[in-house]
């Protein structure tokens, strides 16, 4: 055993055990073992990425699972890579280009997918970097990226595979779009936020002239796309309207009255003017009731032809206005309030995102989602905390199309061909002249939805496959469940026959200390790369281990302090050991003094404990039952046994056999009692 130096600096031994590790091949698996195998497949940060608190505390999570298989003697894998997130590396390469003084347009999508793959090169495994700095034990020998050729070949299979099946199709339908990036765009990427708008009150006359219904809306301007008013059939006040129709304020067009049980008879009027092209309620009654979809607002966030010549060309906010001013002048308003609502922004580009109906590319997901169902259901798949589990069913159930296409150039294009009215989905480009691809690409999450068995190598049947999948054990947030989590099991139940893990455990949200999100932009973020540099990756990772929780926590910077404290602590204890001729290793002799005993009694009721704790999740549990046995027991009494002047027995001349605590902090008490 090498003696450590007088004074513990992480900066200098961290690297050199993380390089010595790498060197030993520790995280590099090997399919053809005969010990069993266990596989956590790391949730694959984006090439833009850096670490964040979140990855920390996920990371550290995964690597004490992994750690804690390896020791038991599992051949364990790790699954190592990175994702190329569409948007988000759009945009940075956007970015760059832009202070070049250049558009993507201006070069054309062969150049400017060259320019992302050389941004990718030079700037996109940053943040692998810093895994490898926090210690983490990735198989880093193997690592994958969601575009290299192998993983691609996998995407492309899916898509042509669900086309065939009659999963996938193309069709006009309500989608997130964000004006500002000209796409489509999902869920997560969508930022609520909180509002305060007018509640406009506005008079639709009967088209008869015997009166008139109210709507309320803080969206005046989507009113010239309306194509009925909606009233619960059960509402006394407007249930001999149902059938009669309305004339449109300002538009002159007929609309229907319908009766829909979604509309609350008591928000609001109780009446509900539907506009199906612009919001998804909405649009889903639009569907049940046969109504035309109009869009009033285009995908270059103006108002379109179809909302008349006194208002195309406008912004949203300029139309609204303008419609209110029109409605006033000719008598139509019956109240205006302020309402405070939550109104939808893309976090990619600030824009407010327009619900709107667009011909995209959807994939059914009513069959796929019933065997991930019944996965939950059975148990085959468990959700730790369990209420996520019942979150998960919930969404499940009520699952709608996704909408798997995006107007970006950097990401798997669609392997879909138009000619004319004929179209062509394939592997490979279709025969013959006149065909034109299509150039949007798919969703991000398509291709990570594929990424426990992807990453492996399948299609092909590999030796790697075959051994490390289905991999144990999913850590990630919660935000992600539907998005990733759910199409996880989904694929991986249709593609392989098998659940992609056993196991999902959804951590704590680490919020900043006065409880607010952490995030750059409200200063409220802490870097993990600050607090490696000051405390050290292993203070950092006891320290998040201290923190993490069932719920939500806010970050402490006294727990790093902690971890850092316990690190120091077993520096100086594995000195002192030195100093008094301990060595490293697994023919280490049995105790065989009264103190010997009595430590390793404690530390095999603290790895009994430990077990536990870990196949519990119960992780702060676990750091706390660390640090009382380090310094309570090993360093305040163990430690200050060997250092005091003791009786030896005959057998045994390296160890005291007799208590004689003579520690400032353990003075005047008795050791704690053996387990047992």
């Known amino acids: 055993m090498v003696k450590p130096a007088g004074r513990f600096d992480p900066s200098e031994v961290e690297p050199r055990w993380t390089r010595a590790w790498q060197e030993a091949g520790v995280g590099h698996a090997d399919p053809g073992s005969d010990a069993p195998g266990y596989a956590i497949a790391i949730p694959p940060p984006n090439i833009t990425g850096a670490l964040h608190i979140g990855h920390a505390l996920n990371n550290t999570i995964q690597d004490l699972l992994i750690r804690t298989r390896r020791m038991a003697g599992d051949e364990t894998m790790w699954i190592c890579g990175t994702d190329h997130a569409g948007i988000a590396t759009q945009a940075v390469v956007e970015k760059a280009l832009a202070a070049e003084g250049i558009s993507r347009r201006e070069l054309g999508r062969e150049e400017f997918v060259r320019r992302v793959w050389e941004w990718k090169d030079h700037s996109g495994g940053t943040i692998i970097g810093q895994l490898r700095r926090l210690g983490c034990t990735l198989d880093y020998e193997r690592e994958r990226f969601t575009m290299d050729?192998?993983?691609?070949?996998?995407?492309?299979?899916?898509?042509?595979?669900?086309?065939?099946?009659?999963?996938?199709?193309?069709?006009?339908?309500m989608v997130n779009w964000d004006p500002g990036l000209g796409s489509a765009i999902s869920d997560l990427e969508v930022e609520e936020r909180e509002a305060t708008d007018t509640l406009v009150s506005i008079a639709y006359p009967l088209s008869d002239g015997t009166g008139e219904i109210v709507v309320a809306t803080v969206r005046p301007e989507t009113m010239l796309g309306d194509t009925a008013v909606a009233v619960n059939p059960s509402d006394e006040r407007y249930r001999d309207l149902i059938g009669r129709t309305v004339t449109l304020p300002l538009v002159g067009r007929e609309i229907p009255v319908v009766g829909d049980d979604y509309v609350q008879v008591d928000f609001g009027t109780g009446a509900l003017k539907v506009t199906p092209a612009h919001d998804a309620n909405d649009f889903e009654i639009g569907r049940r009731h046969g109504l035309e979809a109009i869009n009033v607002i285009g995908e270059d966030g103006r108002m379109t032809a179809a909302a008349g010549e006194a208002y195309a060309g406008l912004t949203p906010a300029e139309c609204q206005a303008a419609v209110v001013a029109d409605l006033r002048a000719q008598g139509l308003i019956r109240a205006e309030e302020p309402y405070t609502h939550t109104v939808p922004f893309s976090q990619r580009s600030g824009a407010r995102v327009e619900p709107l109906v667009s011909l995209q590319w959807f994939c059914d997901m009513t069959r796929l989602a019933q065997p991930a169902i019944a996965a939950v259901e059975e148990g085959r798949v468990r959700f730790t905390p369990a209420k996520w589990g019942e979150v998960y069913l919930n969404w499940m159930r009520e699952i709608r199309p996704w909408c798997v296409s995006r107007q970006l150039w950097w990401g798997h294009q669609l392997p879909v061909w138009y000619r004319d009215d004929e179209v062509y989905v394939g592997r490979t480009a279709p025969e013959g002249e006149g065909w034109i691809r299509d150039e949007d690409v798919l969703d991000t999450w398509f291709s990570s939805a594929l990424w426990p068995f992807a990453t492996l190598g399948w299609p092909g049947q590999t030796p790697d496959l075959a051994k490390f999948y289905p991999t144990q054990v999913l850590s990630t947030a919660r935000d992600i469940i539907f998005l990733w989590v759910a199409r996880m099991v989904m694929m991986g139940l249709e593609y392989t026959g098998r659940e992609p893990f056993s196991e999902v455990y959804i951590h704590s949200v680490v919020q900043a200390a006065d409880g607010r999100r952490m995030s750059k932009?409200?200063?409220?973020?802490?870097?993990?790369?600050?607090?490696?540099?000051?405390?050290?990756?292993?203070?950092?990772?006891?320290?998040?281990?201290?923190?993490?929780?069932?719920?939500?926590?806010?970050?402490?910077?006294?727990?790093?302090?902690?971890?850092?404290?316990?690190?120091?602590?077993?520096?100086?204890?594995?000195?002192?050991?030195?100093?008094?001729?301990?060595?490293?290793?697994?023919?280490?002799?049995?105790?065989?003094?009264?103190?010997?005993?009595?430590?390793?009694?404690?530390?095999?009721?603290a790895i009994e404990q430990s077990r536990a704790h870990v196949e519990g999740f119960q992780l702060s549990q676990l750091a706390d039952l660390v640090y009382h046995l380090v310094f309570d027991d090993y360093c305040d009494w163990y430690l200050e046994?060997?250092?005091?002047?003791?009786?030896?027995?005959?057998?045994?001349?390296?160890?005291?056999?007799?208590?004689?605590?003579?520690?400032?902090?353990?003075?005047?008490?008795?050791?704690?009692?053996?387990?047992?």
């Open 149 to 173: 050729a192998a993983y691609a070949d996998a995407v492309l299979h899916v898509f042509v595979d669900l086309y065939e099946k009659g999963h996938i199709y193309r069709d006009r339908y």
């Open 521 to 605: 932009s409200l200063g409220t973020g802490v870097d993990p790369m600050d607090l490696i540099e000051t405390a050290g990756a292993d203070a950092l990772r006891f320290g998040m281990m201290m923190m993490s929780s069932t719920q939500d926590v806010r970050f402490s910077a006294d727990r790093i302090d902690q971890g850092r404290q316990l690190v120091t602590k077993l520096w100086n204890a594995a000195r002192l050991v030195v100093d008094r001729g301990g060595r490293a290793g697994l023919d280490t002799p049995p105790p065989c003094s009264l103190a010997d005993r009595w430590i390793a009694s404690r530390i095999a009721a």
């Open 641 to 676: 046994l060997l250092k005091a002047p003791a009786t030896r027995s005959s057998s045994c001349s390296r160890s005291p056999i007799r208590c004689c605590p003579s520690s400032p902090r353990s003075a005047g008490r008795a050791p704690p009692a053996p387990a047992g």
